[in-house]
């Protein structure tokens, strides 16, 4: 994907299995939105497109799509529900069966005597919502999420994942973009991490956090810990310490030998890199000042 | 699926915009304004008819001299006047305020005034002596003239027929013209009154942020046309208001208001004009709206918008300034220019449709011109409207537009990215 003379999208190809969350994670600027842009047809990519079931991918034949995009935006001047069912009709509803999703919807996320109120005289978390319940009016097939939380409070926020989560559970494939990568740990399947329009990492969340880190060994104890052939010493203080397994260690086969090494062992826990730390690992670097 | 969204469009946007107040308070300001002036205008009209006949028929208590020999004492002293040889005792009479009045006929009345002197009765009532004084005058004509006929024709009140004739076929004149000509007004209104909703159509996708949602839901193409056909439609509720007061107006109240009978008997509708004027409006219509629409698509904000659109409306208007000259000599380089040149084109060709001086082929070529040129504009919005509305607040490179669109070996990695 080219702008101008500059390539902002490397030779980017992935897979989204039916009915899956994938997470599509990456800095500002890494390429995550334009990315989601060209798929969709919004953006006219150099080269590439996007499949779904096997078929190349209109987005505006009618399929049920459902699209969040960073930028929120809606008319503003109208009513509440006046939007939603506009665009209900759009996405191939009855005008009634849109009304009725509508309703549905706003008194689900406790603004059902918003409905008669014009967009903007609403807030903005209340009106993140409505455009929520306009990208998935149609129940859509395919939900690509932009930064869906992004300026929610935790309550909404955790709401908002619960209707992703339904969505998925209907059938829905979820693509989504975010910072938050508690939602990630929480909602996605699998996850691709993009820096400077490159996959830096892709697959399961498991096999990301295996690339980054992988295992880490929590002990708690009493007396000093050895050096050993089966771990390197992460991090250690007073009575705990972390241990990454070098490669094709068990972690049984630490704790034997903490033991045979006459180790006070008190807690032993076992735990994998969080992907916050992977992705300041990856990210961090570039946000460093030069010299650092 | 596309007829349905358009569909759709349009509803939406005709009906968000005429459910507006503001859309009312704008387009009811004018027939209140034309309602207003023509009750003023009846109510003055009433008074001054009233004033006209209180002052023509006043008794004045007046002396008079005559040179021209016109005015009879019995037709004087109808209007309350006595005869004097002495016009400087009757002024001084007046001046005292003695004598009401004093009327000085001369010899010539077609060349020399008619003096009076008359004691001030206020500005208005003041009128009353040169009432009396002309409608002795014409009494005396009509005396002298003793014929109604005569004196209808003197005062110019006859009515003429003609006929003119054209290859051997009777020629509608001007009754030809005019039709054709309703064509060019309503281009004119479409494009003034619209002009400027055009230009913001797309502008309100982009300040609030919907065009993304826009785009995963809907062909833009589907979107822009949906926009034009909705303020047409919005333009023609316009009309019909502006026009509704108009015609109340001379239907029920044309005597009070003094306005002309129109006899539209003498109105010449020739089919080959007539489909040409259409042709002419239609394809200037699309042009202008497309560009209109391009304008509002490239530019952030409505001010923007408004410079833009200042070099088209110096366009539709530069034809009028030559229109003297598309009249009288068509195949002037001005005029061929105006008729060629996209966007002077269907103004001229539409006067010289309506006067008659644009042949078949000449249509045809400007016809064709702004269908294409029309259809380009348009496809034009769309393309920029698509690249364009997502740069939110910034101003749109058109250029860059073009090489973002520039596409290379599609199919390299379609089969990966699925």
């Given at each position: 994907?080219d702008f101008g003379d500059q390539t902002v999208i490397h030779d980017l190809s992935f897979d989204v299995h039916a009915g899956e969350t994938f997470g599509f994670?990456?800095?500002?600027?890494?390429?995550?939105?334009?990315?989601?842009?060209?798929?969709?047809?919004?953006?006219?990519?150099?080269?590439?497109?996007?499949?779904?079931?096997?078929?190349?991918?209109?987005?505006?034949?009618?399929?049920?799509?459902?699209?969040?995009?960073?930028?929120?935006?809606?008319?503003?001047?109208?009513?509440?529900?006046?939007?939603?069912?506009?665009?209900?009709?759009?996405?191939?509803?009855?005008?009634?069966?849109?009304?009725?999703?509508?309703?549905?919807?706003?008194?689900?996320?406790?603004?059902?005597?918003?409905?008669?109120?014009?967009?903007?005289?609403?807030?903005?978390?209340?009106?993140?919502?409505?455009?929520?319940?306009?990208?998935?009016?149609?129940?859509?097939?395919?939900?690509?999420?932009?930064?869906?939380?992004?300026?929610?409070?935790?309550?909404?926020?955790?709401?908002?994942?619960?209707?992703?989560?339904?969505?998925?559970?209907?059938?829905?494939?979820?693509?989504?973009?975010?910072?938050?990568?508690?939602?990630?740990?929480?909602?996605?399947?699998?996850?691709?991490?993009?820096?400077?329009?490159?996959?830096?990492?892709?697959?399961?969340?498991?096999?990301?956090?295996?690339?980054?880190?992988?295992?880490?060994?929590?002990?708690?104890?009493?007396?000093?810990?050895?050096?050993?052939?089966?771990?390197?010493?992460?991090?250690?203080?007073?009575?705990?310490?972390?241990?990454?397994?070098?490669?094709?260690?068990?972690?049984?086969?630490?704790?034997?030998?903490?033991?045979?090494?006459?180790?006070?062992?008190?807690?032993?826990?076992?735990?994998?890199?969080?992907?916050?730390?992977?992705?300041?690992?990856?990210?961090?670097?570039?946000?460093?000042?030069?010299?650092? | 699926?596309?007829?349905?969204?358009?569909?759709?469009?349009?509803?939406?946007?005709?009906?968000?915009?005429?459910?507006?107040?503001?859309?009312?308070?704008?387009?009811?300001?004018?027939?209140?304004?034309?309602?207003?002036?023509?009750?003023?205008?009846?109510?003055?009209?009433?008074?001054?008819?009233?004033?006209?006949?209180?002052?023509?028929?006043?008794?004045?208590?007046?002396?008079?001299?005559?040179?021209?020999?016109?005015?009879?004492?019995?037709?004087?002293?109808?209007?309350?006047?006595?005869?004097?040889?002495?016009?400087?005792?009757?002024?001084?009479?007046?001046?005292?305020?003695?004598?009401?009045?004093?009327?000085?006929?001369?010899?010539?009345?077609?060349?020399?005034?008619?003096?009076?002197?008359?004691?001030?009765?206020?500005?208005?009532?003041?009128?009353?002596?040169?009432?009396?004084?002309?409608?002795?005058?014409?009494?005396?004509?009509?005396?002298?003239?003793?014929?109604?006929?005569?004196?209808?024709?003197?005062?110019?009140?006859?009515?003429?027929?003609?006929?003119?004739?054209?290859?051997?076929?009777?020629?509608?004149?001007?009754?030809?013209?005019?039709?054709?000509?309703?064509?060019?007004?309503?281009?004119?209104?479409?494009?003034?009154?619209?002009?400027?909703?055009?230009?913001?159509?797309?502008?309100?996708e982009k300040e609030n942020r919907v065009t993304e949602m826009i785009l995963t839901t809907l062909n833009p193409t589907t979107l822009i046309i949906g926009k034009?056909?909705?303020?047409?439609?919005?333009?023609?509720?316009?009309?019909?208001?502006?026009?509704?007061?108009?015609?109340?107006?001379?239907?029920?109240?044309?005597?009070?208001?003094?306005?002309?009978?129109?006899?539209?008997?003498?109105?010449?509708?020739?089919?080959?004009?007539?489909?040409?004027?259409?042709?002419?409006?239609?394809?200037?219509?699309?042009?202008?709206?497309?560009?209109?629409?391009?304008?509002?698509?490239?530019?952030?904000?409505?001010?923007?918008?408004?410079?833009?659109?200042?070099?088209?409306?110096?366009?539709?208007?530069?034809?009028?300034?030559?229109?003297?000259?598309?009249?009288?000599?068509?195949?002037?380089?001005?005029?061929?220019?105006?008729?060629?040149?996209?966007?002077?084109?269907?103004?001229?060709?539409?006067?010289?449709?309506?006067?008659?001086?644009?042949?078949?082929?000449?249509?045809?070529?400007?016809?064709?011109?702004?269908?294409?040129?029309?259809?380009?504009?348009?496809?034009?919005?769309?393309?920029?409207?698509?690249?364009?509305?997502?740069?939110?607040?910034?101003?749109?490179?058109?250029?860059?537009?073009?090489?973002?669109?520039?596409?290379?070996?599609?199919?390299?990695?379609?089969?990966?990215?699925?």
């Open positions: 994907m994670l990456g800095s500002n600027g890494s390429g995550k939105t334009t990315t989601l842009r060209a798929l969709l047809g919004i953006y006219q990519p150099t080269s590439g497109t996007m499949h779904i079931g096997g078929r190349a991918f209109e987005p505006r034949d009618g399929a049920r799509l459902g699209y969040l995009p960073e930028e929120r935006g809606l008319y503003k001047k109208e009513s509440v529900l006046d939007v939603m069912v506009y665009f209900g009709i759009l996405k191939g509803l009855s005008r009634q069966e849109a009304a009725k999703r509508s309703r549905a919807f706003l008194e689900r996320v406790s603004l059902a005597d918003k409905a008669t109120v014009r967009v903007d005289k609403l807030s903005g978390g209340q009106q993140q919502k409505v455009q929520l319940g306009v990208t998935i009016l149609n129940d859509p097939e395919l939900l690509i999420l932009d930064e869906p939380t992004q300026g929610f409070d935790p309550v909404n926020r955790r709401l908002l994942m619960d209707i992703i989560e339904d969505q998925k559970r209907a059938g829905a494939t979820v693509i989504m973009v975010t910072h938050q990568m508690e939602e990630v740990e929480r909602l996605c399947d699998r996850v691709i991490l993009l820096k400077d329009g490159v996959a830096e990492a892709y697959g399961t969340i498991e096999d990301v956090q295996d690339l980054y880190g992988g295992t880490i060994v929590e002990v708690h104890h009493s007396g000093p810990l050895p050096a050993s052939t089966l771990y390197d010493i992460t991090v250690t203080r007073r009575d705990y310490a972390e241990l990454r397994p070098r490669a094709g260690t068990d972690e049984a086969d630490i704790l034997r030998d903490l033991v045979r090494a006459g180790v006070m062992v008190r807690g032993f826990t076992t735990a994998r890199t969080s992907l916050e730390e992977i992705f300041i690992k990856i990210y961090g670097e570039q946000n460093e000042p030069a010299g650092v | 699926m596309a007829a349905h969204n358009l569909n759709t469009v349009i509803g939406f946007e005709f009906i968000r915009t005429v459910k507006k107040k503001r859309f009312w308070i704008t387009t009811l300001a004018i027939p209140v304004v034309f309602a207003v002036v023509l009750g003023l205008s009846f109510i003055s009209g009433q008074s001054s008819r009233a004033t006209a006949d209180t002052q023509k028929y006043a008794q004045v208590t007046f002396q008079y001299t005559d040179a021209s020999g016109l005015v009879t004492d019995a037709g004087a002293s109808a209007f309350g006047g006595t005869r004097t040889n002495d016009g400087a005792v009757a002024i001084a009479a007046v001046r005292a305020g003695t004598l009401a009045a004093y009327f000085a006929f001369p010899a010539n009345v077609a060349t020399q005034p008619v003096r009076v002197y008359g004691t001030d009765k206020g500005i208005f009532a003041n009128g009353t002596y040169e009432a009396v004084a002309r409608a002795i005058l014409v009494s005396a004509a009509r005396q002298k003239v003793s014929s109604p006929q005569l004196m209808a024709v003197t005062q110019g009140n006859v009515t003429i027929t003609s006929q003119t004739f054209k290859g051997g076929q009777i020629s509608g004149g001007i009754g030809e013209v005019i039709p054709p000509l309703l064509f060019l007004a309503i281009f004119y209104l479409s494009i003034l009154m619209l002009g400027n909703q055009m230009l913001s159509s797309t502008l309100e034009i056909i909705a303020l047409f439609m919005v333009g023609l509720v316009q009309m019909v208001t502006f026009a509704l007061p108009v015609i109340i107006g001379y239907l029920f109240f044309r005597a009070n208001l003094n306005l002309p009978s129109v006899d539209l008997s003498h109105l010449s509708l020739v089919p080959g004009p007539m489909i040409i004027g259409a042709l002419l409006l239609m394809g200037g219509f699309i042009l202008f709206t497309g560009t209109l629409v391009a304008i509002g698509a490239v530019v952030p904000t409505v001010k923007e918008a408004g410079t833009a659109f200042a070099p088209l409306v110096i366009m539709l208007f530069l034809p009028v300034y030559a229109v003297s000259l598309i009249v009288s000599d068509p195949n002037a380089l001005i005029v061929q220019v105006f008729t060629y040149f996209p966007f002077t084109a269907p103004v001229t060709a539409m006067l010289r449709n309506g006067f008659g001086s644009l042949n078949d082929l000449q249509s045809a070529i400007v016809i064709t011109e702004l269908f294409i040129f029309g259809l380009i504009a348009l496809r034009l919005a769309v393309h920029l409207f698509r690249y364009g509305s997502l740069e939110y607040s910034k101003k749109l490179s058109i250029t860059n537009t073009f090489r973002r669109r520039k596409r290379a070996e599609p199919a390299a990695v379609s089969d990966r990215a699925s």
